[in-house]
């Protein structure tokens, strides 16, 4: 409901928001097919009303006995003659576990501003993702899977994903498989290489192996094998 009030309220400012909110673009998909730029993150939740977020696992505490717990926020502290200043950052998954996904870094003073920007940023971050069946031992046809092999890389930590038959799960790292699942990826395997303890760059590496898919060609027959989809539908 709050999100609907906000929603009404709403007053764009810019000429791709107008066209939104007077209902002249119905589609998201369009958007980001004509490599239109969103600078208004009111548009996705305009058109695309059911997105889900998560709050990746970016940072570390103190365990209550030493070592380290992974936790949503990343503290940071620069030292100055006044007093030391503390700095929360986070990092925000948005999709629609129907072929949409966005991520998003954000860094503030306190934590709500810093969520706030991170899921803003995620929003104007949004993507379509192909999904398919692209594995030997199923064939089934269905977007269950990807439809062949990615690879996505930030700073040292590399990711490569490739093609699952149905019942395999997603076989890899907790960041990597909660983006998966907003994207609706249901299986997949991984191998990841480098520094994979720097969850953030680990995160944005799979963000990156998921828009790489396009830049790989395909054939209407492989297409119709495969059962690719991008995005909701349609390639």
Same mark, same amino acid.
């Given at each position: 409901?709050?999100? &609907?009030?906000?929603?009404?309220?709403?007053?764009?400012?810019?000429?791709?928001?107008?066209?939104?909110?007077?209902?002249?673009?119905?589609?998201?998909?369009?958007?980001?097919?004509?490599?239109?730029?969103?600078?208004?993150?009111?548009?996705?939740?305009?058109?695309?009303?059911?997105?889900?977020?998560?709050?990746?696992?970016?940072?570390?505490?103190?365990?209550?006995?030493?070592?380290?717990?992974?936790?949503?926020?990343?503290?940071?502290?620069?030292?100055?003659?006044?007093?030391?200043?503390?700095?929360?950052?986070?990092?925000?998954?948005?999709?629609?576990?129907?072929?949409?996904?966005?991520?998003?870094?954000?860094?503030?003073?306190?934590?709500?501003?810093?969520?706030?920007?991170?899921?803003?940023?995620?929003?104007?971050?949004?993507?379509?993702?192909?999904?398919?069946?692209?594995?030997?031992?199923?064939?089934?046809? &269905?977007?269950?899977?990807?439809?062949?092999?990615?690879?996505?890389?930030?700073?040292?930590?590399?990711?490569?994903?490739?093609?699952?038959?149905?019942?395999?799960?997603?076989?890899?790292?907790?960041?990597?498989?909660?983006?998966?699942?907003?994207?609706?990826?249901?299986?997949?395997?991984?191998?990841?290489?480098?520094?994979?303890?720097?969850?953030?760059?680990?995160?944005?590496?799979?963000?990156?192996?998921?828009?790489?898919?396009?830049?790989?060609?395909?054939? &209407?027959?492989?297409?119709?094998?495969?059962?690719?989809?991008?995005?909701?539908?349609?390639?």
């Amino acid at each position: 409901m709050a999100i &609907e009030n906000q929603l009404e309220n709403w007053v764009p400012k810019t000429k791709l928001g107008k066209l939104v909110k007077a209902k002249e673009i119905t589609s998201f998909e369009d958007l980001l097919d004509k490599g239109q730029k969103i600078l208004e993150p009111e548009i996705v939740d305009f058109l695309v009303p059911n997105l889900t977020l998560e709050l990746l696992e970016v940072g570390q505490a103190k365990g209550k006995f030493g070592g380290g717990k992974a936790t949503i926020w990343k503290q940071t502290q620069k030292v100055t003659k006044e007093a030391p200043r503390m700095k929360f950052s986070t990092c925000a998954v948005v999709g629609n576990k129907n072929g949409l996904i966005g991520i998003g870094y954000g860094s503030a003073k306190e934590t709500v501003p810093a969520r706030e920007k991170a899921i803003r940023q995620a929003k104007l971050n949004m993507i379509k993702v192909i999904r398919g069946c692209g594995s030997w031992d199923c064939r089934c046809g &269905e977007p269950h899977s990807i439809p062949y092999k990615t690879t996505g890389k930030m700073g040292g930590a590399h990711i490569k994903f490739l093609p699952a038959p149905k019942g395999t799960g997603l076989s890899c790292q907790k960041q990597c498989k909660q983006m998966l699942e907003l994207a609706g990826i249901k299986d997949v395997y991984s191998q990841s290489l480098g520094p994979t303890k720097t969850r953030l760059n680990l995160a944005v590496a799979c963000y990156l192996a998921l828009k790489n898919m396009f830049k790989i060609k395909t054939n &209407e027959q492989f297409e119709k094998v495969s059962g690719l989809v991008a995005g909701v539908g349609g390639k």
